[in-house]
T-cell receptor, first 109, second 114 residues
Framework: KNEVEQSPQNLTAQEGEFITINCSYSVGISALHWLQQHPGGGIVSLFMLSSGKKKHGRLIATINIQEKHSSLHITASHPRDSAVYICAYSGGGADGLTFGKGTHLIIQP | DVKVTQSSRYLVKRTGEKVFLECVQDMDHENMFWYRQDPGLGLRLIYFSYDVKMKEKGDIPEGYSVSREKKERFSLILESASTNQTSMYLC?????????????FGPGTRLTVT
């Protein structure tokens, strides 16, 4: 049983579209992470948040702690945004992350 | 810039061999992690360490052990490699800030066991 559910699993969109990826989890958490993985394997942390909203460039992440739900938005999407986006949570302390299975995003020019 | 390096990008080993995967971070992070990533299963935690010589089992520790003799280095050991350990292995590190922390990942080692 995966404790982190992401949707959609796959998403193909046209350049310039507004993108939303959703993440739901079922347990209490200390922080929610959004990660990006490009072909070739490298994983980069985009956001870590425990409440509210964060913005970095064209990326916005929100979290609703009561509903146990987070969203990642990409405005004015670009082909270089094509990647796998992974949602994960940390329970606190030094323990590792629990991951969703990822959303494979393709932005077509 | 935080840098997490892994000893090999690609590795091919035979069944039964002892395999060492090395990870080094240069930012004095307390926490280090080993994950494996498999299609359809995503990333899963194998082991983690929050201090030198300390280790904790993750979700899938069977068939693996780890060593952390120095703060910057965390090794994953496959005592007797098996074909079901063919996978992408990712190391990560982070500060220990209590309530939440950003993890920095290495480039990964794609291990094939034949």
């Amino acid at each position: 049983k995966n404790e982190v559910e992401q949707s959609p699993q796959n998403l193909t969109a046209q350049e310039g579209e507004f993108i939303t990826i959703n993440c739901s989890y079922s347990v209490g958490i200390s922080a929610l992470h959004w990660l990006q993985q490009h072909p070739g394997g490298g994983i980069v942390s985009l956001f870590m948040l425990s409440s509210g909203k964060k913005k970095h460039g064209r990326l916005i992440a929100t979290i609703n702690i009561q509903e146990k739900h987070s969203s990642l938005h990409i405005t004015a999407s670009h082909p270089r945004d094509s990647a796998v986006y992974i949602c994960a949570y940390s329970g606190g302390g030094a323990d590792g992350l629990t991951f969703g299975k990822g959303t494979h995003l393709i932005i077509q020019p | 810039d935080v840098k997490v390096t892994q000893s090999s990008r690609y590795l091919v080993k035979r069944t039964g061999e002892k395999v060492f995967l090395e990870c080094v971070q240069d930012m004095d992070h307390e926490n280090m992690f080993w994950y494996r990533q498999d299609p359809g299963l995503g990333l899963r935690l194998i082991y983690f360490s929050y201090d030198v010589k300390m280790k904790e089992k993750g979700d899938i520790p069977e068939g693996y052990s780890v060593s952390r003799e120095k703060k910057e280095r965390f090794s994953l050991i496959l005592e007797s490699a098996s074909t079901n350990q063919t996978s992408m292995y990712l190391c990560a590190s982070s500060l220990n800030s209590g309530t939440g922390y950003e993890q920095y990942f290495g480039p990964g080692t794609r291990l094939t066991v034949t």
